[in-house]
Nanobody, 127 residues
């Protein structure tokens, strides 16, 4: 089984930055496809960013150029660096993982593609 634990959320002013972390258990972390999703109150969970096991990545248009997804296989940790934050980025952020076998450049952008989820971390951006 894979356990995912997010951290790094908090309250920040518009224009500020945060870095979220997602620590994963499991021996095959380097082979996981992973992603960040977010869910605001009253809204559906939406895709933010995804990374393949070979570090190919993709982003939602709403965060492109502001957010960066990365992973450190030695630390079994994925990150989301968020810059130029906006009030509309306020949400609970979830990390997700999908175990293999997967192609090296496969990035998955739908919640149904993932079989492991973290508990979420709150990000609040004040105007």
């Amino acid at each position: 089984q894979v356990q995912l634990v997010e951290s790094g959320g908090g309250l920040v002013q518009a224009g500020g930055s945060l870095r979220l972390s997602c620590a994963a258990s499991g021996r095959a972390f380097s082979n996981y496809a992973m992603a960040w999703f977010r869910q605001a109150p009253g809204k559906e969970r939406e895709f933010v960013a995804a990374i393949s096991w070979s570090a190919t990545n993709t982003y939602a248009d709403s965060v492109k150029g502001r957010f960066t997804i990365s992973k450190d296989n030695a630390k079994n940790t994925m990150y989301l660096t968020m810059n130029s934050l906006k009030p509309e980025d306020t949400a609970v952020y979830y990390c997700a993982a999908r175990s293999g076998p997967l192609g090296r450049a496969v990035v998955l952008t739908t919640p149904a593609s993932y079989n492991y989820w973290g508990q979420g971390t709150q990000v609040t951006v004040s105007s």
